[in-house]
């Protein structure tokens, strides 16, 4: 799955932005800074 249907699933579980994309990270293995860039490009 793509970072950002990853971000979706918390999201919908309602978490937070920022939240969410510290648990994406969490599971990729990733730094949160890395999703952040990822996302904003």
């Not at 990729?28 to 999703?35: A, E, F, N, Q, T």
Request: proline share 0%.
């Amino acid at each position: 799955m793509t970072i950002e249907e990853h971000m979706e699933i918390y999201l919908k579980q309602g978490a937070s932005q920022k939240e969410a994309m510290k648990l994406v990270a969490k599971d990729r293995g990733v730094s949160k800074r890395d999703i952040y860039q990822y996302l904003h490009t």
